[in-house]
Nanobody
Framework: QVQLVESGGGLVQAGGSLRLSCAAS????????MGWFRQAPGKEREFVAA????????YYADSVKGRFTISRNNAKNTVYLQMNSLKPEDTAVYYC?????????????????WGQGTQVTVSS
């Protein structure tokens, strides 16, 4: 069992930055690839970024590529999402999730554990 708790959300102006954190419980954090997803009001949840067990492989949705960076610290059982050059369309609830796949996935169905989400609001 893995419990995930996100933090770091908030209100920021367009062009600003935020760093989200996701702290995981349990001693097997390094056995999971991790992902970030987001859900805007009235829209379906969508993939944002994923990172492999060891952190050596990452990939991103086209909409955030070049602006967001996913990273992890297995010693601290934490995954991060650094978000730069934020846009109003980045406004959403952001969720982290854990999967036993090796590299992570853009498919929600492959994730076993989810956090409760953290709100990010970008004003224009």
């Amino acid at each position: 069992q893995v419990q995930l708790v996100e933090s770091g959300g908030g209100l920021v102006q367009a062009g600003g930055s935020l760093r989200l954190s996701c702290a995981a419980s349990g001693r097997t954090f390094s056995s999971y690839a991790m992902g970030w997803f987001r859900q805007a009001p009235g829209k379906e949840r969508e993939f944002v970024a994923a990172i492999s067990w060891g952190g050596g492989n990452t990939y991103y949705a086209d909409s955030v590529k070049g602006r967001f960076t996913i990273s992890r610290n297995n010693a601290k059982n934490t995954v991060y999402l650094q978000m730069n050059s934020l846009k109003p369309e980045d406004t959403a609830v952001y969720y982290c999730a854990a999967t036993r796949t090796l590299y992570g996935s853009s498919s929600e169905a492959l994730y076993d554990y989810w956090g409760q989400g953290t709100q990010v609001t970008v004003s224009s």
